[in-house]
C-alpha cells in the first residue's frame, strides 16, 4: 500500500506541474456546460483527484480519493470506465491514455442537475485537451529519462508544440461552435414574443460571449508564449474616444446597477490598433467591476499629454496587498488562489502585453485611502512592430512599475 500511496502521489504532482491546467479545465467545465471538472489518476481500482476546478461544493482536493460515497447528491458514481468515453446528462469521462498505451486516468465533467446528453463536438472537445494533458505527462516522463531538469514553466519545444496543438483545439473546436451559438441565439431573442424565452435567449448570448471571450485570452496568451505575440494593425486613429464610448456602454449595460464615469479627452490622432486598445480597456474595466466597491463608481480616463496616450482605470474598495502589486500582471495569477467564477487570471496579463506591444508601459498602485488605480500609457511616436512583441517567459514575468505616472 505504501507503493499505492507514494504512486497516486506522483500523480497528484505530475498533473499539478502541467503549465496551465486550471484553464484546460475551466475550458472542458465551459464547453460542457457543467460546474465541475477533475483528473483523476488511477491505480488498479483506487481513484485520486489530481487537479480540479469546482462550483459544486465536492470538498474534493488534489489527493482525495473517490469513493461511491465521494459524489453523494449526484447520481450514483460509476466505475469509470477505462478504455472509453463514458456520458450521461450529469456527467462525461473521458480517458487519458499514454503514449505507451496505459491508462493514467480520466479527465472528468459533472454537474448535480441534467443538462443533457452531452453532445458530440463537445466530447472531442474534451477528447482532445485529455490528449494534450497524456501530451503533457509523456514529456514529463521523457524529460526524467533523460535527467534533464523539468521546470514548470519554460519555452522547451515539446512545450510549445502542446500548446500549438491547444490554439488549434480551441480555435476549431470552440470558436467556431460559439458564433454559430451567438447568432442563433440572437435570432431567437429578436423572434421569441414570450418575454421569458426571449430572456433564455439573452442568456445564451451573455454565456457564449463570456466563453468566446475565455478562448480569447487563452488564445492571445499561448501564442505569445510562442513566440508570435500580441499582434497590431496600425492606424492612426482620430476617433478613438467613440471607440472607448463603446466599451463603456457595452459593460455598462451589462451591469446596469454598477456607475462608470469615462472622461476622454485625446485631442489629436494617435497611431494604435483600436481594436486592442478597445480589449485593453474592457478588460481594465472588467476588472475594476470584479474587485471594486459595489457602491462606488469606476472611473476611466483617457487623453494625451506631450508624449503619451494615457488610460486609467481606478475603483474603490480593498486594496491590493503590497506583497501582491508586483504579480498582478502574471498569467493565470489571482491573490489567494483566485476564484473560478473571477475568469481565468489572463485578463490583466494580455492588458500588460498589450502596451507593450505598442511600445508602451503600465503601472499600478493600490491603497486603502486612495483606491486602485492602473495606468496605461502609449508613446505618441511610432509603436513598436508587433512583430517584436513576446509575452516573457512564465517564470519571468512583466512586472508593475511602482513609480507613480
Not at 101 to 118: E, Y
Not at 203 to 224: Q, Y
Not at 283 to 310: C, E, F, K, Y
Not at 343 to 361: E, Q, T
Request: with cysteine; net charge negative; glycine share 10%.
Amino acid at each position: 500500500m505504501d507503493d499505492d500511496l507514494s504512486t497516486l502521489d506522483r500523480c497528484v504532482n505530475d498533473v499539478g506541474r502541467i503549465d496551465g491546467i486550471a484553464t484546460w479545465l475551466d475550458v472542458v467545465r465551459d464547453a460542457a456546460g457543467m460546474r465541475a471538472a477533475f483528473v483523476a489518476g488511477v491505480i488498479d481500482d483506487a481513484w485520486v483527484v489530481c487537479a480540479l476546478l469546482d462550483d459544486l461544493g465536492l470538498g474534493f482536493q488534489p489527493g482525495s480519493r473517490l469513493t461511491a460515497s465521494s459524489l453523494a447528491g449526484l447520481k450514483p458514481w460509476a466505475k469509470p470506465c477505462h478504455w472509453g468515453v463514458e456520458r450521461t446528462e450529469s456527467r462525461l469521462e473521458v480517458p487519458i491514455v499514454l503514449a505507451s498505451g496505459r491508462l493514467f486516468g480520466m479527465l472528468c465533467v459533472l454537474d448535480s442537475i441534467s443538462n443533457g446528453l452531452p453532445e458530440p463536438r463537445v466530447v472531442a472537445v474534451v477528447s482532445r485537451i485529455a490528449a494534450l494533458i497524456a501530451a503533457q505527462l509523456d514529456l514529463q516522463t521523457r524529460r526524467a529519462q533523460h535527467h534533464t531538469p523539468s521546470p514548470s514553466r519554460g519555452p522547451a519545444d515539446g512545450v510549445g508544440e502542446s500548446r500549438e496543438r491547444f490554439i488549434a483545439v480551441l480555435a476549431h473546436d470552440l470558436k467556431n461552435p460559439l458564433h454559430a451559438v451567438l447568432a442563433n441565439g440572437d435570432l431567437l431573442e429578436r423572434k421569441l414574443t414570450d418575454p421569458a424565452l426571449a430572456a433564455a435567449a439573452s442568456r445564451i448570448k451573455t454565456n457564449a460571449r463570456r466563453m468566446s471571450s475565455l478562448v480569447d485570452d487563452v488564445l492571445d496568451s499561448a501564442r505569445g508564449h510562442l513566440g508570435g505575440g500580441i499582434g497590431l494593425t496600425l492606424s492612426d486613429e482620430r476617433n478613438i474616444e467613440a471607440g472607448l464610448n463603446e466599451v463603456v456602454q457595452e459593460l455598462q449595460d451589462a451591469q446596469p446597477d454598477r456607475k462608470i464615469v469615462a472622461d476622454f479627452q485625446i485631442g489629436r490622432p494617435v497611431r494604435c490598433d483600436i481594436r486592442r486598445l478597445q480589449q485593453l480597456a474592457s478588460n481594465l474595466l472588467g476588472n475594476a467591476l470584479a474587485h471594486g466597491r459595489a457602491t462606488s463608481p469606476i472611473t476611466i480616463t483617457a487623453m494625451t499629454d506631450h508624449q503619451d496616450l494615457v488610460l486609467q482605470v481606478w475603483n474603490a474598495g480593498e486594496p491590493i496587498p503590497p506583497d501582491y502589486l508586483g504579480r498582478i500582471f502574471e498569467p493565470f495569477w489571482r491573490p489567494g488562489g483566485g476564484n473560478s467564477q473571477t475568469g481565468l487570471g489572463l485578463g490583466l496579463h494580455i492588458c500588460a502585453a498589450i502596451v507593450r506591444a505598442h511600445g508602451g508601459r503600465i503601472a499600478v498602485t493600490s491603497t486603502a485611502e486612495q483606491g486602485t488605480e492602473i495606468t496605461a500609457r502609449f508613446p505618441l511616436g511610432a509603436a513598436r512592430p508587433a512583430s517584436h512583441d513576446t509575452f516573457p517567459p512564465l517564470d519571468a514575468p512583466a512586472r508593475a512599475s511602482h513609480a507613480n505616472t
